[in-house]
């Protein structure tokens, strides 16, 4: 999809192309957003916060050496080029810190399909590895949220940004659990009936209009907590599956394709290379370094902290939404976009590949043993 997107930016550097104009642009955009919101909705229903319970503490250490050490990373490498050293005005400074929110992003999903694969996902190692996600992207979002209010004030609206964010959530998650009774009681009225999903979209689109309306909060925030709200439910699974087919089927592609399509090689310089090439070894190494140290510091062994690290280092679709959020809210350089991609594609293959690598290496060592 992204590919595809790549490739239909193309047409713009076609002279006198009068395909992609500014019509066609701005109502592509119009459908991507309501995309990242089914996005970030259907991963709020997907996620089991009985997981995140199991794991506790172990979960709770990887997440902050996940989300801290990549952000500082991001944020040095984003001042090393983008004058932060030097340039401490409110504007450079809301753009160097949102270069770090970019690479506090974990996706699990090439993690969960490799463990599963390899029949360790329910392994004390592999729970934590999806708790730790799982916290991590809430975290990631909330961050996202935060530094996007302050950058649209100044620096004496941080205390009022951080009240109404605050307030949000005390707001929305008791209103939430009312909203989860009614479903309950709508699910027994009209068991897999297609109004409950139907209900389900409301609830999404309603946060996601208020978070950003009444609280200057990320829409995809109020889409993700709608999503968890609704989720471990009877009929979760029937909502997902449901936002999935629109996902997936239209909004989706579109989101992704749009993504694609404002990928500009223009402000491609050597500089920006440099930097991309630096940001790109921030949110690799910031990973695997954060959650293997904090995961040996829960005390597992330093062979399942090397799979902690590994794990978290995957990025995907929520990377991307912090990215476009940014290039949106004009907080960072869109020459940056080809680089996450990049970031994303290498990650996703690593990972697996140094996953099995790992294990295979551990059920040797158990085999010398039993001999």
Sequence with gaps: MLLAGVLLGLIRYIPQQTILTDGV???LGFIAKIGVILIMFSAGLETNLKTVKQTGVAAVLITLGGVILPYAFGFIVACGFNGGFQD?????????LFYGTILTATSVSVTVATLKELGKLSSPIGTAIVSAAIIDDLIGVIILSFIIGISNGGQSDI???LLKTVLFFVIAIPLGLLVRWWFKKMEDKFPHNRRVPIFGY??????AYCAEKFFGVADITGAF???????????TDYIDRKADIMTYMFFGPVFFANIGLTVSFEGISVSMILFGICFIVAGILGKFIGCCLCAKI????????????????ARAEVALVCAQKGVENQLVDSAIMPFILILIVLTSFLTPILLKL???KDAKKEKLGTL
Excluded at 88 to 96: A, F, G, Q
Excluded at 225 to 235: I, K, N
């Design 25 to 27: 642009t701005e109502g």
């Design 298 to 313: 829960a005390k597992f062994s330093w062979s399942d902290s090397l799979k902690a690290g590994i794990g978290m280092m």
């Design 202 to 207: 409301a609830v999404c689109f309603l946060y």
């Design 88 to 96: 401490w005005s409110h504007e450079t400074l809301s753009s160097n």
């Design 225 to 235: 907590l709608a999503g968890l709200l609704l989720a471990q439910q009877r009929e």
């Design 159 to 161: 205390w009022v940004v």
């Design 358 to 360: 790992i294990y295979k």
